[in-house]
C-alpha cells in the first residue's frame, strides 16, 4: 500500500481536509532543484558541525540542524512557501494566530534505525486535546528523495484519532516522495523517521507550524539574533512570533505590540476577538461536550 500524492497544482483546501481525515497529505514537486542546492549548501558547514542525536528520539545517526532561519536565507521561503501557509491557515482555522513552531533540517546517515513511532502533539506536556483540536500542523521538505532505503517518515494513516492501542494496530507506510516534495502531517498521526539501510544520507527540513497559545519549541526568538530579525519582511517575523498569539497574549512592555517593538516603535497591541465566528471546530466541541455529558 502506498500514502497518496497530490500534484503540485492542488488546491491547499483539498490538502487540509486530506490532513483531516488521514493525518498527512504529501505533495510531489512543489520547489525545483536550483531552490534546494541553494539550501543544501548554506546548510552544509552547519550541518558538519551537527551533533548526531542523544535518545531514542534523535537517533544515534541523526543530525538536526536548527535555527534555519537565521542560518539559510533560503529556508525562509520554505517557512513562508504560499502552499505550506494557506494549507496551514486552513487546518488550523480554528486558531485566532497561527506560528511557526521549529524549524530544523533532519540528516539520517547510513546505519540509523527506525525511530519509534509516536505523536508530535506529545511535547505539550502530553496534555489530552480533545479529538477534534489539532494544535499543530508539520511539514517535511524532501531535500533528497525519500525512499524506503534511506529512511523516508513512517506514516500511520488514519492513527490520528485512535487510542495508542488501536492505532498501533495500523501498518505504518513510507512517505516516499521526490526532492522538493512535501509531506504534511499533523500531530495526532502516528509516525516517526525510517530507518537508512542506503549508502548516503537522507536530508528533510522539517517546518513545524501551531496555534498561537502554545509555547514554541524552538524559540524564534533567540534563535533568530535580532539584527538579523530586524531585516526580515513582516509577514515572516509575525509567523515567528512577532504577533499576539491570542487575546492579549504575548505583548510587550506596556502592551506594546512586540513587531513594532522590533521595528523600534511604541505602538499598542490591538485585541484580537479570540472569539471571532471562524470556527465550526468549536461548535464540533460544544456537541461533543453535550454528548458526553448526557452519557
Ligand atoms: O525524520 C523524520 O522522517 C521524522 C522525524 C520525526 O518524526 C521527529 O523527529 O519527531
Redesign the pocket.
Known amino acids: 500500500m502506498a500514502l497518496h500524492h497530490f500534484p503540485p497544482t492542488v488546491n491547499p483546501q483539498e490538502v487540509a481536509e486530506h490532513l483531516a481525515d488521514r493525518g498527512y497529505a504529501i505533495v510531489d514537486r512543489v520547489v525545483g532543484p536550483q531552490l534546494l542546492d541553494r539550501l543544501a549548501s548554506e546548510l552544509e558547514p552547519f550541518v558538519r558541525n551537527s551533533d548526531v542525536g542523544q535518545d531514542q ?1 534523535d537517533g544515534a545517526f541523526t543530525k538536526r540542524t536548527g535555527a534555519l532561519i537565521a542560518r539559510s536565507p533560503t529556508s525562509r521561503e520554505l517557512v513562508m512557501h504560499p502552499l505550506a501557509i494557506a494549507t496551514v491557515e486552513r487546518f488550523l482555522r480554528h486558531a485566532t494566530a497561527v506560528q511557526l513552531l521549529l524549524t530544523q533540517l ?1 540528516t ?1 546517515e547510513p546505519g540509523e534505525t527506525r ?1 519509534k513511532l ?1 505523536r ?1 502533539q506529545m511535547m505539550f506536556d502530553l496534555y489530552p486535546f480533545p479529538p477534534h483540536y489539532h494544535v499543530q500542523c508539520n511539514t ?1 521538505w524532501a531535500i533528497t528523495d525519500f525512499t524506503s532505503e534511506n ?3 513512517h506514516i500511520c494513516p488514519g492513527s490520528s484519532g485512535l487510542t495508542d492501542a488501536a492505532a498501533a494496530e495500523i501498518d505504518p507506510i513510507q512517505a516516499e516522495m521526490e526532492r522538493g516534495s512535501v509531506l504534511f502531517y499533523e500531530g495526532k498521526v502516528l ?4 530507518a537508512n539501510t542506503g549508502t548516503r544520507p537522507r536530508q ?1 527540513v ?1 517546518i513545524t507550524y501551531g496555534v498561537g497559545w502554545v509555547r514554541q519549541e524552538e524559540n524564534q526568538f533567540l534563535a533568530c539574533p535580532t539584527e538579523i530579525a530586524r531585516t526580515l519582511d513582516d509577514d515572516l517575523l509575525r509567523m515567528m512570533g512577532y504577533q499576539q498569539g491570542a487575546f492579549s497574549l504575548g505583548y510587550v512592555g506596556d502592551q506594546l505590540d512586540p513587531l513594532a517593538v522590533l521595528r523600534g516603535s511604541n505602538t499598542k497591541a490591538g485585541r484580537i476577538d479570540a472569539y471571532a465566528p471562524h470556527n465550526e471546530v468549536l461548535d464540533a466541541f460544544a456537541d461533543e461536550a453535550a454528548d458526553h455529558q448526557s452519557n
Do not use: E, F, K, V
Not at 191 to 194: C, E, L, Q, S
Open positions: 528520539y533532519i539520517i525511530q509516536h508530535d517535511m529512511g523516508a517518515t509516525h516517526g523517521g525510517g528533510g522539517n
